[in-house]
């Protein structure tokens, strides 16, 4: 599986637009108008390699609310047996704040506890986590292992979001570690670039 965001970004690129939008019907709208086209670039890039596709789109409705949550399992067990790799993205078009899940990683987190993932990847502009953040304290020290038991007595700089298109950031990433260990799901915060 994997969580991609990106919409919003593909529509403000095919809008010509210079900045993410702010107001939330204008956002809606063009993740509406970006959704296809980054659904078309999973597709060209995953049918080179002759692996079928399938795009899920959340909010938290589905993963809070009973009916909706077995619905979401179900789909995401038989999309594994047939060996089709799911696209998940927050359902921006319709989300609204309190149904939001505001980051990929928490998403991510999310997914992977109700399918019972093996290995959550958080994927980063950075080789590893750090004691604060590298870009702007030289002497931040690599962390390459926490256990269960020390994520509690973890003390981190994790600083913001690293671009005016992210919504994410260290912060968010341990807090989807958080939420993924607790359910049992090994995780990793790596540079996407390497990954």
């Known amino acids: ?15 010509n637009l210079s900045e993410r939008p702010r107001k939330m019907a ?15 670039i999973y597709d060209d890039m995953f049918s080179n390699l002759q692996q079928a596709i399938a795009q899920i789109l959340l909010t938290r409705r589905e993963l809070v609310e009973r009916n909706t949550y077995v ?12 060996g089709v790799i799911a696209i998940v993205n927050e359902n921006d078009t319709i989300a609204v704040d309190e149904l939001k899940f505001g980051d990929n990683d928490t998403l991510s987190a999310l997914v992977a506890s109700l ?11 950075v080789d ?3 004691s604060a953040d590298p870009k702007t304290v030289p002497d931040a020290q690599p ?3 926490v ?11 994790a600083g913001s979001s690293g671009s005016q298109w992210g919504t994410g950031g260290m912060a968010t990433k341990l807090s989807a570690a ?17 990954a």
């Open 143 to 145: 962390i390459k292992l």
């Open 128 to 130: 590893r986590m750090y």
């Open 178 to 194: 958080r939420i993924a260990t607790s359910t049992g799901v090994r995780t990793v915060i790596t540079q996407g670039k390497q």
């Open 147 to 157: 256990s269960s038991k020390e994520f509690d007595q973890l003390r981190v700089d």
């Open 115 to 125: 399918v019972q993932a093996d290995w959550l990847f958080l994927l980063t502009d």
């Open 71 to 82: 619905n979401a399992s179900n789909t995401f067990q038989e999309l594994l047996d047939l």
């Open 26 to 40: 204008l956002k809606q709208a063009v993740a509406a108008v970006g959704q296809g086209r980054l659904m078309r």
């Open 1 to 15: 599986m994997l969580v991609s965001s990106g919409a919003v970004g593909v529509g403000c690129a095919r809008l």
